[in-house]
């Protein structure tokens, strides 16, 4: 039993399988809560064909109830807190937060404090932080990826 075990741990690594319990893809809900666009257009290149996200288990939905992480660019204004607050709450469990920009981060922010209601972080537990102005394609993904094992559900008795 324990060198079917064995074999079975190096035939997951082999073909490059998920661990038991972690996901082998994340679904994404973005909200932008007042970013310049400049976060939307990098988080569009690693949705396009030359990054293509989705060949690594990652892909876009349009409700939050689908969703394994809210994906949050720019600093977030006082008429955004809510819906994004709302977009949150709709999540199912287990999820994750990301905070996709310097902006979203509370780092380097032009706009008139008055109108922010602050960075992410003042408002939900952030998980996975991809700091840039705009951060690149590739930096967008690697995160996104490396934080997939944040994601673990209970493992069922078949898969151990
Ligand atoms: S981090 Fe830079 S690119 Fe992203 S929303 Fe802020 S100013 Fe725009």
Do not use: W
């Amino acid at each position: 039993m324990y060198v079917m075990y064995k074999r079975l741990q190096q035939l997951r690594r082999g073909i490059a399988l998920p661990a038991p319990g972690v996901p082998g893809s994340l679904a994404l809900r973005h909200v932008d809560c007042g970013s310049c666009n400049g976060c939307e257009h990098e988080l569009a290149n690693a949705a396009a064909p030359h990054y293509d996200f989705g060949r690594y288990g990652l892909s876009m939905v349009a409700s939050p109830r689908h969703a394994d992480v809210l994906l949050i660019t720019g600093t977030v204004t006082r008429r955004m807190a809510g819906p994004l607050l709302a977009a949150y709450e709709a999540m199912p469990e287990p999820r994750l937060v990301a905070a996709l920009g310097n902006c979203a981060l509370g780092v380097d922010v032009i706009a008139n404090p008055d109108e922010l209601a602050g960075p992410a972080e003042d408002l939900l537990p952030v998980d996975i932080r991809i700091p840039g102005c705009p951060p690149s394609p590739s930096e967008i993904v690697e995160a996104l990826l490396d934080a997939m094992p944040l994601l673990r559900r209970p493992i069922r008795k078949d898969e151990a």
